[in-house]
Every structure is written in structure tokens, then in C-alpha cells.
């Protein structure tokens, strides 16, 4: 029974993490994996696929007696340890600087093609 409840705890604790690191909002495991798909990699995404699943099953007393604890257990750690490396200051100042690079390339490709048009026109 106690490793039922650790399971329980687990997964509340993946919940809270999703909400802490990727900004999800929803309360069960299952919703909250949905939307934070493309933000995670596939194999942390399989891995708390399969927590989003025992979490309906650990809610029914007799189903509980079915799961596999410790590989819920190595999934729940596995999961836990990438959300925890997640810095939300970095994320942010590493899509500011994408931004500002896509930025810099469209102005390097516009004054390439002014340069180009003027040069042709024979103002240069």
C-alpha cells in the first residue's frame, strides 16, 4: 500500500513540476503530458505517458495490485530529473536570442538584395 502511495506522490510531484518548469495548468498527469508534448523529448514524453497511465489506474483500489511498481518508480525519477534541469531564464533568453538571429540574417538578406537591385539599376 505504501508503495501505491509513493507512486500517488510521485506523479503529484511530476504534476507540480510540469507546472513549475513548462507553464502547464491542468490538474491531471494525462492533460498536462498532452500539452506539454513538443516541449518534451520523446522519451521523457513515453515515460510520463506511461505515469499519465498508472495515474488512473492507482486511483481504483484493486487495479492498483496490477502496476508495475519499480518501473513506474525509474520512470517517475527519470522524468522528475529532466524537469528539474530545465532553467525557465534560460529557455526565455535562448528564444530572445533566436529571435534577435533570425532578425539579423532577414536584415543581412534584405540589404544584400538593395545592394544587388542597386547595383543593377546602375545607382552604385
Do not use: C
Not at 26 to 43: E, G, M, Q
Not at 61 to 72: A, E, H, I, Q, S
Amino acid at each position: 500500500m505504501s508503495e501505491n502511495t509513493d507512486i500517488q506522490s510521485q506523479i503529484a510531484q511530476t504534476v507540480q513540476l510540469l507546472r513549475k518548469k513548462l507553464g502547464v495548468k491542468d490538474k491531471t498527469l494525462a492533460d498536462s503530458i498532452r500539452k506539454a508534448k513538443r516541449l518534451l523529448p520523446r522519451r521523457i514524453y513515453k515515460q510520463a505517458l506511461m505515469l499519465a497511465n498508472a495515474e488512473q489506474m492507482a486511483a481504483h483500489p484493486k487495479l492498483r495490485l496490477v502496476l508495475d511498481t519499480p518501473k513506474l518508480a525509474r520512470a517517475s525519477e527519470e522524468v522528475q530529473a529532466h524537469l528539474s534541469g530545465i532553467n525557465r531564464a534560460d529557455r526565455r533568453l535562448g528564444w530572445f536570442l533566436g529571435m534577435l538571429g533570425g532578425l539579423a540574417f532577414n536584415l543581412l538578406a534584405l540589404l544584400a538584395l538593395l545592394i544587388v537591385f542597386l547595383r543593377w539599376q546602375g545607382f552604385i
